[in-house]
């Protein structure tokens, strides 16, 4: 064992960690746990490890070992997972406002003053004075909130409460999930005073207490201050969403999120206390060498930080990383910091299982796993390269003892700059994949990262302790405290200032990228190992991964191309909520996008929501889009996409309406260089061979409203009609579109202005006879679309109605044989999640570990 353990130590070469016997056996549990929510993958990922992996090599039983440890993963998270809820009770379905009291066990300041409240034991009053327990955390979203609650306080507020659950769409983010992993399944919202919020008790912890300090008297907080609260305690409630998109396209989100790197620099501190005593008593490394004492002097430090920024749970798990390589190194090990992650990693998940499947952690192990890995590497690298010239230079000369000095200071300041270049490379050359296939975009100015990591680490942060330390000592060490407070607020907004330029200059770019299915972020994966066995100089291990990394890559697109030139055709209408988006698939891969969606001020849902449905594998590309009307929740989606993505053509009914927003697309469509075609009745836009839309209303937008102006579009293959999307015209508009005598005939009908009441039109319904009607209407919406009358009508006339917001995003799909179109039915993302539900209930069960809640 001990020998298998050596040479898995030394597996990849020269300078290249291998993983030890244990390690093998935890990414096969890791593998596990993956597989519980996500079984073909964590197959897969068992496989590549009993591919690669070379433990146990000579024992018996090592085709069973690693199998072994991927069932008990697999169990365990079985154990521990927390499924999500699928129904609302009755009472929840009425959409009522009720009281809600419980008890807080955790406040979170968010952007654009969103005050995240966690409540425990909450209950709700009905209007008959019923009472209603909620099982699990109940989670309260408080815009614009008059004060912070302390935790353990009793609060009531009156809201309506909603199952979490956000947009359900193919390759979106599943918010049912992320929040059942928390033990939250529900949640509410209310605003300001609205609600009557009341707080047994304000929060007066010396935690808040500095939050007061740092937030200042101004009752307008400045940018720089705000991100100064965030740095100094997590608390980012008076951030702006703009700010947030200027840090992120500058490649500097981690430094606002409280991870790793601002532990590390509350480390620096314990490094530098260690360096000023060796420089006071040079002996006492000879009884503690320097790296043990800079760890032993840094760990207070580093735990004031930790709660002071709140123990989130980022911090907590960098803490946790932290405290493992310092045991490691207390105990003489080698190779600290790869052995520490997977110990702190071991650590963390028998804690909490569920943080597997939280992007933050994968981040964040994936970063550090990078920059442990590669940063040596690139450092020899570039060392030898500057050693050399340095040696050609240097022949045959000499210098005096100041020269030497000031070279000595030169490479002092050059080595930190290329160390943080190289940390920065390495983190985003592992990241890359995860950052595509999560968010959709990749952000180029990384290079920022050296000058704002320094500027950060060795003057904000520390001097914004001293300051706030000062601030709470007695006589004139008060003033002088808040002064440096604000000196370091206006650096900061000098700095977001300087970001601003550069982003006018265009220096900040954000391109949109293809996100990444899971084989091709294991292609590139394997593509890293291939890279890592070539610098081991293990030249046949290498060509293996490089081959399973190629098949990986490749399959998925190869697969797609085969997917797109199938004689069938789609129809996508996308879960936007309260907002109306449609997508056409033809047998020929082009895509055309009818409506953007829309969405509360503050909430881009083109980026949000829109923008990773459309590139899931799919390069950011349009062929054409069409606007029905120019309504907020048809077209504010657009505002982003038409920036972003290629768009062969944008058609619309030529109505723009005085209105800033609409204006700016309009003059954006325009500097875009997209052409901008206005349609009317009678027209037609051919989409592919034998597909096209008919433009069927209206003939003249003279006399009718915003809604009933709207183009009325029926898509038509081989002469059949297969849907009729009519925007959001009512009674006169409806009443318009019947008079002509244009054929309605169609398989799929999109109702009318989200079926509202005043849509309703039997004689509608009668002529375009489908066979399935589609409505897109938000889960639960206060209007409670589709109307009454709107199900009653369908029901008589025995058609079907999928609702967006029920059922998740809708698909309807056709197929051609032979110039024969046949309806093939309709496919819901909602189904495909209570399936995958189902299953994981069925093994709970199975397992005995099946806990059933009652709502």
Partial sequence: MAEAGQRARVELGRGIPGLLPWQSCFCAALAGMWGFRFPCMGLVLLLVLLFFCRYPQKLR???????????????????????????????????????????????????????????????????????????????????????????????????????????????????????????????????????????????????????????????????????????????????????????RKASLSHALALSGMHLGFAAGIGVLLALCLGRLNVWIFLKIPRQKLAVLLAMPFVAGYMVLGGLTPSLLRAGVMFFSWGVLLLLNRSRVVFDGIFLALLLILLCSPGSLYDIRLQLSVCAVAGIAIFTPLLWKAVQGALSLGRRRRAKGKTTGGASNQRRSLWKLGRDGALGILLMSLSANLVLLPLIAASFGTQAAAFYLNLFCLPFLGFF????????????????????????????????????????????????????????????????????????????????????????CALVCLVGPALWLHVQDHRPELRLWLYDLGQSQGACVECPDGRRFLIDGGGGMPGFNLGEVVLAPILTQGRQPRLDAAFLSHADTDHYRGFEYLVQHFGIGAFFCNGVWTERREPQKLR??????????????????????????????????????????????????????????????????????????????RADVLVVPHHGSKSSVSVPLYERVQPEVAFAAAGFMNFRFYPHYGVRRALGLLQIPLYQS???????????????????????????????????????????????????
């Fill in 667 to 744: 003059q954006s469509i325009l500097e875009q260089g997209i052409p901008l075609h206005v349609v009317r009745r009678g027209e037609s836009v051919t989409l592919g061979p034998a597909v096209r839309l008919d433009v069927l209303h209206p003939r003249d937008v003279q006399g009718l409203s915003k809604n009933d102006g709207s183009l009325v579009l029926r898509l038509v293959w081989h002469g059949r009609g297969l849907a009729l999307v009519p925007g959001d015209i009512e009674q006169k508009g409806i009443s318009e579109l019947l008079e002509g005598s244009e054929n309605l």
């Fill in 460 to 547: 904000v942060i520390p001097v914004g302790f001293a300051g706030l330390g000062l601030s709470f000592l007695p006589g004139p060490c008060a003033p002088l405290g808040l002064w440096v407070l604000r000196c370091v607020a206006g650096s900061l907004d000098a700095a977001l200032a300087g970001l601003r330029q550069l982003d006018q200059w265009g220096l900040l770019p954000e391109w949109l990228v293809l996100r990444p299915s899971w084989v091709e972020v294991l292609g590139y994966g394997l593509a890293v190992l291939a890279c890592a066995y070539v610098l081991g100089r293990h030249r046949k291990r290498a060509l293996r991964a490089a081959c």
């Fill in 805 to 855: 917001g029920e059922h998740g995003a809708l698909c309807a799909r056709w197929r051609c044989e032979h110039g024969k179109v046949t309806f093939l039915g309709v496919a819901t993302e909602e189904k495909k999640a209570r399936r995958a539900i189902h299953v994981q209930r069925m093994v709970q069960y199975l397992l005995g570990c099946r806990k059933e809640k009652r709502y």
């Fill in 61 to 247: 039983g090592r085709a069973c070992v690693l199998p072994l440890f991927f069932v008990l993963g697999f169990v365990f998270m079985a154990f521990s997972a927390r499924v999500p809820s699928l129904d609302a009770p009755g009472w929840m379905r009425e959409r009522k406002n009720v009281d809600l009291t419980g008890r807080v066990v955790e406040v979170q300041g968010r952007p654009d003053r969103i005050l995240r409240v966690f409540l425990a034991d909450a209950r709700c009053r009905l209007k008959d004075g019923t009472v209603k327990e909620v099982p699990g955390l109940f989670l309260w979203n408080w815009k614009n909130p008059g004060l912070r609650p302390a935790i353990g306080t009793q609060v009531s507020v009156r809201l309506r409460v909603r199952p979490c659950r956000g947009y359900l769409n193919p390759g979106g983010w599943d918010t049912r999930w992320y929040w059942s992993l928390q033990n939250v399944f529900w949640r509410g919202w209310s605003r300001g005073t609205r609600g009557h919020p009341h707080i047994g008790a304000p929060a007066g912890s010396v935690r808040d207490r500095i939050m007061e300090k740092l937030r200042g008297t101004d009752k307008t907080v400045s940018q720089g201050r705000a991100v100064l609260l965030a740095l100094l305690t997590g608390n980012r409630l008076s951030i702006t969403s703009d700010t947030l998109g200027l840090v």
